[in-house]
């Protein structure tokens, strides 16, 4: 069973910058994809940054050019660098880990989530 466990959040001022990591454990199939999704209050559910094992990453349009999504392959970790905050990117930020078997045959894995909210 895979288990993901996200630190980093917390209250952040307007302008100011936070670091979000996500630590997965088990047994992790090799072919996979990490990334954030966050979720404000009353909206759904939305794309941050993904990045595959291979290092190719894939950014939310209205976030590129604050945020950096990284991995360590060798601890199973994903990380993303958010700079510059807006009270708009305040949610709850969720780790995902994607196992990807085929072209059409995946598995999800979630975290918790962790806050951040920026506000003066």
């Known amino acids: 069973q895979v288990q993901l466990v996200e630190s980093g959040g917390g209250l952040v001022q307007p302008g100011g910058s936070l670091r979000l990591s996500c630590a997965a454990s088990?047994?992790?199939?090799?072919?996979?994809?990490m990334g954030w999704y966050r979720q404000a209050p009353g909206k759904e559910r939305e794309l941050v940054a993904t990045?595959?094992?291979?290092?190719?990453?894939n950014y939310a349009d209205s976030l590129k050019g604050r945020i950096t999504i990284s991995r360590d392959n060798a601890k199973n970790t994903v990380y993303l660098q958010m700079n510059r905050l807006k009270p708009e990117d305040t949610a709850v930020y969720y780790c995902?880990?994607?196992?990807?078997?085929?072209?059409?045959?995946?598995?999800?894995?979630w975290g918790q989530g962790t806050q951040v909210t920026v506000s003066s």
């Open positions: 995902k880990l994607e196992e990807r078997y085929t072209s059409s045959a995946y598995r999800n894995y």
């Open positions: 088990g047994s992790i199939f090799s072919r996979n994809a």
């Open positions: 990045i595959t094992n291979g290092g190719s990453t």
